[in-house]
């Protein structure tokens, strides 16, 4: 008797939380399609991960990450990823996914700004400040590019420093100089 009140009691506390998650998915404004999910990609420059909400991309990262949703792969996340992959392959220069942008107005001006930079072209942080009208906040539009949550969709790979060299340290640096190299050998 006591194992079967147990079972029971479980049951209905998972039913419980599944009204529970989709009311406030319903809250949120998630339809069933709707729900956050991301996925891992393998491409020729290593795994990304993709996260969408159903009506747009949240967020592209080199590697594997566990993100915020479901880990499971949606139309979204399958057309981000075979963009990338078109973008590594050659086939395409620009992507045109629908981005959910979340950052504040001064980040999405910069990652306009940097989205703007043409095809194997580069651009520093100083240019950057400029074209957006805050001269001299190079450092700011650096700290705007660090936020950006689109790796590879906005090509923070375009904007290099003052030398010429790929900004940041290590590996991400690294991949930044390869995807640079890349486009302009092309």
Known sequence: MCVFYRTCAKAAAARARRAYNADKNEERGFMDGD???????FTPAGPITVAANGRAITRITLGKAPLAGVC??????????????EYLAGKRTSFSLPLSTCGTPFQQ???DAVADIPYAQTATAADIACRIGHAGA????GA????????IAVPLHRLVRANGQPWGEGKPARVRGALLKLEQSR
């Open 109 to 111: 001006q910069v990652w």
């Open 138 to 141: 190079h450092r700011a539009v």
């Open 72 to 85: 499971a792969p949606s139309e979204l996340t399958n057309k981000a990823a075979t963009q990338v992959q």
């Open 35 to 41: 729900r956050p999910t991301y996925y891992s990609y």
């Open 144 to 151: 705007a590019a660090r936020a950006c949550p689109f790796a």
